[in-house]
């Protein structure tokens, strides 16, 4: 039955893509995350790399709707044991947003929204994982190329805090950081 709805959403929303009039945009890229917890950094050294997606929906003038997607693993040494040890972390988010006046070859945006952050970590035999709430905002700039096809960077902090029992004993830790990323994206 959730396959059967989720089928004729997906296809409704499809049928009303082409009368949507460049109300939709999604866009595809890259970011570098330096973590916020400095039990990570001590692990894992510093800034990763990950694929990040977004996707959203102009509603009323230049606010918007989006929904965001963005990870990153890491591989580093447990100090004192040596053991190996690798962890990911992974964001999706939900929120608004306002951009500068649309029609122009370049624009401004300012965001925030709800994060769900997700950690997984293995270590000395052990796993922990982890799910939190947390918020991110940003702000970012788009270059238009062409009508429909545009350029983003952005700079952002995405936050959540979550306590995680690894080794028997539990430790508070903090998910994601400040994030640059960079993004091809198209509006349609």
Do not use: H
């Not at 306590?163 to 004993?169: H, I, L, P, Y």
């Amino acid at each position: 039955m959730k396959k059967t709805l989720s089928i004729l959403a997906f296809l409704s929303c499809c049928l009303c893509l082409p009368a949507a009039g460049e109300k939709f945009f999604a866009s595809a890229g890259a970011a570098v995350v330096f973590p916020g917890d400095s039990g990570f950094k001590k692990i894992y050294a510093g800034e990763r790399f990950g694929p990040e997606l977004k996707a959203g929906y102009n509603f009323a003038g230049n606010f918007n709707l989006w929904l965001g997607f963005s990870m990153f693993s890491a591989r580093g040494r447990v100090p004192v044991v040596e053991d190996e040890a690798r962890a990911s972390q992974n964001f999706f988010s939900l929120g608004a947003g306002w951009t500068t006046r649309r029609g122009l070859s370049l624009q401004g945006e300012l965001y925030a929204g709800l994060l769900l952050a997700g950690f997984r970590e293995e270590a000395m035999g052990e796993t922990a994982s982890k799910s939190a709430l947390g918020i991110e905002a940003g702000a970012g700039l788009r270059y238009f190329l062409k009508k429909k096809l545009f350029l983003g960077m952005s700079v952002s902090v995405a936050a959540a805090s979550a306590t995680v029992r690894f080794a028997e004993k539990n430790t508070d830790i903090i998910l994601g950081g400040l994030r640059l990323s960079g993004r091809l994206g198209f509006c349609f």
